[in-house]
């Protein structure tokens, strides 16, 4: 499950995202090919398939719809978890990689690090030969960004968090922030880049993005772009190409999806609410 499954359970999403009622919720699925419609090649009955289902939604459910297009096979390296991990949340941590434009000897700073998106963004900037300062909320979260990585990890529940993660990287400036988080703790990561250094943007878990304006990016000599809404829907190659590398991250063991928590279909409700209070690491799946 995804966290905006929650944004869209409360009515709170953007228009594009609002389904017509009644609907089942549930935009990423994993599971086996039962049966087909008129025109599908029968040869993909019984096949291990995956799919982002979009706005339609329909994934909380024993048998899903889908568009026989938009279905991927799961690589057999992979298994039904991490395939539905990578379907969505690899999706979009491959558009957010494709615009930070990784480098060696970077100083990236991740917000929101022991997340479905953080845990891949760190092990992706590590391998890049960047030194990672993951921040993230309880000892728990930053023991987890540790191990995947991150040259050092600052919980951000504590007040000086800022400041601990400047001196984790020996008072070198950031040169660039990936921030899932906005808000008060965007800000705060913005802060730490120096002349010249870029942010990147790619949600708002806090409640509301990052409050920047034309006047801090003259002041601070920073660019600032964000990864998601037109950029990721209009991107040439559309979202099946990121879905495709994605899946072939994981299936090579380039990257490793994070499932930190399974629940029980009957069980949706308990593990919303563990997202929504921020107890969950990496990705939250529902099983049948």
Do not use: C, F
């Not at 993951?134 to 023991?143: D, F, N, R, S, V």
């Not at 008072?171 to 880049?193: C, H, Q, S």
């Not at 928590?261 to 563990?274: C, G, I, K």
Request: aromatic share 2%; net charge neutral; proline share 3%.
């Amino acid at each position: 499950m995804h966290l905006l499954d929650t944004v869209i359970r409360k009515g709170q999403g953007n228009p594009r995202v609002m389904p017509t009622l009644p609907m089942t919720p549930g935009r990423e699925v994993a599971g086996v090919v039962d049966a087909i419609g008129p025109g599908v090649d029968r040869a993909v009955l019984g096949r291990r398939v995956v799919v982002d289902l979009g706005v339609a939604s329909g994934g909380y459910a024993e048998l899903a719809l889908a568009e026989a297009a938009s279905l991927h096979e799961i690589p057999d390296s992979l298994d039904a978890d991490r395939a539905v991990t990578m379907i969505g949340t690899g999706r979009t941590t491959m558009a957010i990689l494709e615009l930070a434009a990784l480098r060696p000897g970077d100083v990236v700073v991740v917000t929101a690090a022991a997340g479905g998106i953080g845990t891949l963004l760190v092990q992706a900037a590590d391998a890049a030969g960047a030194m990672v300062i993951g921040a993230a909320g309880g000892q728990k979260k930053t023991t987890l960004v540790r191990n995947l990585g991150a040259t050092s990890a600052v919980d951000y529940l504590e007040r000086d968090w800022a400041q601990r993660a400047r001196s984790a990287a020996g008072d070198r400036l950031a040169t660039l922030v990936l921030d899932g988080v906005g808000g008060d703790i965007g800000r705060a990561a913005m802060g730490l880049l120096g002349v010249g250094g870029r942010l990147v943007m790619y949600g708002s878990s806090s409640g509301s993005l990052i409050d920047l304006s034309a006047d801090d990016l003259y002041r601070l000599g920073i660019t600032a772009s964000a990864a998601i809404g037109s950029r990721i829907l209009q991107r040439p190659g559309g979202l099946r190409d990121l879905e495709t590398r994605a899946l072939r991250e994981a299936a090579e063991r380039r990257l490793t999806p994070v499932v930190g928590q399974r629940y029980s279909l009957a069980d949706a409700a308990v593990a919303h609410t563990a997202v929504e209070s921020r107890s969950t690491t990496g990705k939250t799946v529902l099983r049948p």
